[in-house]
């Protein structure tokens, strides 16, 4: 069974940075796409970044590009989301996702919708404020 636990959240100042974790057990991940997404209060959640485990390759929002950085701990199973000069519409909680099919063949023009992930993590809160 997959289980995805996400760490690092907290209470942060505009302009700090942040790393958040995502322990994947359970899996070979080799073929997985993994992904963070976020949802801020009265918001629908949205894709933030994600990983393609097979072959390297990351993917980006544009509301995120140059500020936050995914990537990957192998021997540790584990994802990272580095989150530089926070500001506070970045507040929200973040969720670790994995998709056991890997990020090609979805359905739309990549993977950036939460129908396409399997599994999700319970969430971490990161919190700005200005």
């Known amino acids: 069974q997959v289980q995805l636990v996400e760490s690092g959240g907290g209470l942060v100042q505009a302009g700090d940075s942040l790393r958040l974790s995502c322990a994947a057990s359970?899996?070979?991940?080799?073929?997985?796409?993994m992904a963070w997404f976020r949802q801020a209060p009265g918001k629908k959640r949205e894709f933030v970044a994600a990983f393609s485990w097979s072959d390297g390759y990351t993917y980006y929002a544009d509301s995120v590009k140059g500020r936050f950085t995914i990537s990957r701990d192998s021997a540790k199973n584990t994802v990272y989301l580095q989150i530089y000069s926070l500001k506070p519409e970045d507040t929200a909680v973040y969720y670790c996702?994995?998709?056991?099919?890997?990020?090609?063949?979805?359905?739309?023009?990549?993977?950036?919708?939460?129908?396409?992930?399997?599994?999700w993590g319970q969430g971490t809160q990161v919190t700005v404020s200005s």
């Open positions: 359970g899996s070979t991940f080799s073929s997985y796409a």
């Open positions: 996702a994995a998709r056991a099919a890997g990020w090609y063949y979805c359905s739309g023009y990549g993977c950036y919708e939460p129908f396409e992930y399997n599994y």
